[in-house]
């Protein structure tokens, strides 16, 4: 009778495992496989934004390229300003000479 009840109780657990127990692990495995799908698609996505040293070549050009226009255009302002600077120190001097002529 014992061997009965032994082949009895083991039944039971088999058929408990079969039916509880696999659809878990099915559950488990589904669950970890979107779960690697979701990191692929994150780790893609984020290569998809990561900056290339060429791109960065280009944009680096671009502002040198915009500072030297800029510093260009300053460098002639500066010239001009102080040419007209001049001008008004020399006319003043004339004018103070001229007065002082008198």
Do not use: C
């Not at 083991?10 to 589904?30: D, H, M, N, R, W």
């Not at 698609?41 to 290339?52: A, F, S, T």
């Amino acid at each position: 009778m014992s061997g009965s009840h032994t082949s009895t109780a083991f039944e039971t657990y088999k058929s408990t495992i079969a039916t509880i127990g696999i659809p878990l692990v099915v559950a488990a495995l589904s669950g970890l496989t979107m779960w690697m799908s979701k990191v692929d698609q994150r780790q893609y996505e984020l290569q998809g934004n990561i900056v290339r040293p060429a791109d960065l070549e280009k944009v680096e050009e671009r502002i040198v390229k915009s500072m030297d226009v800029r510093l260009t255009a300053l460098e002639r302002l500066m010239k001009t300003t102080m040419d007209s600077v001049m001008e008004s120190q020399r006319r003043l001097e004339d004018k103070i000479y001229e007065t002082k002529k008198e």
